[in-house]
């Protein structure tokens, strides 16, 4: 097949009428598809069942703590150790929440908006005019828990190393600009992992704010799907090193380990972040759901035990993503209409149309029965300033579905790039 | 035995002595007794331990949503059905939320500061002083929240019917007071139940502030250990009908149902309010633990369902309070040195010392090893005026402690009341 850019506008024009054709066949059938979240199918859901059965009762008191009472505000020691062995961080340095990571990085923001974080001069309500950093492509509802607050987001463009560090050092030295998201392993869309390199300038920043926040939302800490598991250096400890202990706010949640909305959330900080942290929150609660808490700890046991379970995981989710890469290097590669990153874990794959066309592909594949995350959702305020990319996610549909919603995908990106081109001939 | 108040000083230095005399071998004991938190028994936390063999897995889809994946943000329709039914409102009306309702408040109270409420003209954290109503004795918890967010907290006596409402109706013309907590059955620590007048003039109110926010914690709701469960009104369609329609948020949660710090925790509110919440809340979290709202939902079913649950409470909680008011009539009553009231439900029995004798009683019992809440602590800033109240919580420790410790306690009553009278003579 001839690259797209190539044909001549009759050729094109061919191109286009088959492509029509062909997608006015796929939504002809009246499909109903979801690709549009990143989320576990219910068979990999159902590995963790055996997890509902272990004796919580007989093991209620650990480390001297009744778990079926109040109490414990930084959570069970024993669900510490485990995100503690997970991330490669110290237990005392781990706070264990509820059931969501998003909303204990809603809360740290919140906090720092009410009352201020640890090093703020004031609460972050009583300023004029707070920016974020958003390495995009990145995850939508990072971008809308900012947003939600008022923020200026300012988008960092994504190098296949992770966030344009050159970027990133010179607009940290204004003084508005209070923090960043971070996903360094596998990142939301991307897959991509940050290098040494690049984490170790993110440790080293010198923000302008001495109450800047890193919001290092590890999601996908232990989650590949493809091959061994892939050692991630400790970011508590580089911020340290780099004399910025307070800086850095690291979460993770077993949601993609255990069950998605049911698992348990931890953030790791400092120990002068955790004792700010814990005297605001000790306001808020009396503690988490300790149960669940300790159900997963029994569960999960410790990073290895988790990496075993993960491993289950992985044999439902290579597959899916090892379709959705045959598909586009099959039917789009040899048309040079895009590209995309082949991650090793993680939940997305990323896909670039040419310029212009995300938003009619995406639209494309609506009317044709196949839902996907919205265009320009992987950038702030939803806008993508390319028009370019589209989250493709392909774990929730069983394998029959996810062929023929690649099959739709592959028809429409075929259909809105060759429409784009006539236009432009 | 004389009133304490018409002995003469030889007699009451006779009593002194007995007193100091009782105190002291108490003292010797070495005990180590907490009356501090209103925690039910270990025994009272197993009688729920059925809930957790409940089989979710089969039951994961109820009306068409899987408890077992994302999404759900208002909570499971089966566990709103719960509570709708337990709160006497409609299940439109209620959220359903994770482990805590103080969670809840907070967060409520939180979002009035970032964001503002429905009617408020801006968020609370651009104005420049904000008070609020505390009818006290009441939760320490609650002033806690209010105190954490800067809050001026106004104190507002409990009569025997509930808040004194000639006060609130006053307070409330001031635009700076933005709302007030209640606890309207079986208050914390009274055990009062508002009247119906009581109930009536709240929802009558009419505050100055658009945004007034009156919180209803409903957290005793059908917590009667004494006799039948006490039918309340519905503070949402009484403020309907009173033209206040978004002035209420309802809470309630299963902590003192099935496990403490493990329940499910919701509110209730107009719908206004609701479509309101849901939006700020969307960009919190993508939904609570569904999971465990299902396992409530399938174990409680029911108001009637868990009313027949809670008469289990009430075996293990009657004869705790019993102790505690024996104790109060035999050894504190002919004295007159103290009143109390006798609560049918709820968790605590609000004790009166004659004045200025609370925190002498308080440091007494721990001296000898018997844990009480902060004298105090019942009050906005955790200062009491008068001195005098003490909050007893006898549910958690086993019965034949609870008597050591009412017995300690009642000594150290007796004590600080001859100390007290002596120095004044």
């Known amino acids: 097949m001839t ?5 001549d506008r009759a050729e094109l024009q061919m191109f286009y009428e088959a492509a029509l054709k062909e997608y006015e066949s796929c939504k002809a059938k009246g499909l109903k598809l979801d690709m549009s979240r990143g989320k576990p199918s219910r068979a990999q859901v159902a590995l963790s069942n055996d997890m509902l059965n272990i004796d919580v009762v007989s093991n209620a008191v650990t480390d001297g703590i009744d778990a079926f009472n109040y109490g414990g505000l930084d959570g069970l020691p024993i669900c510490r150790r485990f995100f503690a062995d997970t991330l490669g961080v110290k237990p005392e340095q781990v706070f264990v929440g509820g059931n969501a990571s998003l909303q204990l990085m809603y809360d740290t923001i919140a906090k720092a908006y009410t009352h201020g974080l640890l090093h703020s001069e004031k609460p972050w309500s009583k300023l004029d005019k707070i920016k974020w950093l958003c390495p995009a492509p990145g995850y939508d509802r990072h971008f809308k828990v900012t947003q939600a607050f008022g923020m200026e987001l300012i988008t ?5 190393d992770g966030p344009d560090m050159d970027m990133v050092e010179e607009v940290v030295k204004d003084p508005a600009v209070k923090g960043m998201w971070c996903v360094p392993k596998y990142s939301n869309p991307d897959g991509i992992v940050y290098s040494d390199e690049v984490i170790d ?59 998605p909305g049911s698992g348990v959330a931890c953030f790791a900080c400092s120990k002068a972040n955790m004792a700010y942290m814990k005297k605001l929150i000790s306001a808020q609660t009396i503690s988490f759901d300790k149960i669940n808490q300790l159900r997963h700890a029994l569960f999960l046991k410790d990073r290895a035990t988790a990496l075993v ?25 040899p048309l040079d209409i895009g590209r995309w990153h082949t991650p090793k874990g993680g939940y997305f794959v990323s896909f670039f149309t040419i310029p212009g066309c995300a938003k009619r592909t995406n639209q494309l594949a609506k009317e044709a029965g196949v839902v996907m995350t919205a265009a320009g959702a992987t950038y702030p305020y939803g806008i993508d300033p390319e028009d370019s990319n589209l989250r493709i996610a392909p774990s929730y549909p069983p394998v029959e579905e996810l062929k023929e919603a690649m099959s739709v995908f592959c028809t429409c990106v075929k259909l809105a790039a060759a429409e784009k081109l006539l236009a432009e001939k």
Chains 1, 2 share one sequence.
């Open 3 to 7: 690259s797209l850019k190539q044909m």
């Open 156 to 160: 960092v463009p994504m190098n296949d």
């Open 201 to 259: 300038r993110i440790a080293h920043l010198k923000p302008a704010a001495a109450d800047f926040l890193l919001m290092w939302d590890n999601a996908y800490c232990i989650h590949e799907f493809d091959g061994e598991f892939r050692p991630f250096r400790d970011i508590l400890t580089l911020c340290s090193e780099a004399g910025n202990p307070d800086m850095v706010f690291e979460f993770a949640s077993t949601s993609k380990i255990t069950f």
């Open 309 to 333: 379970h993960m491993k289950k995981h992985a044999e439902f989710l290579k597959p899916k993503f090892d379709i959705v890469l045959e598909y586009l290097e099959r039917e789009i590669k």
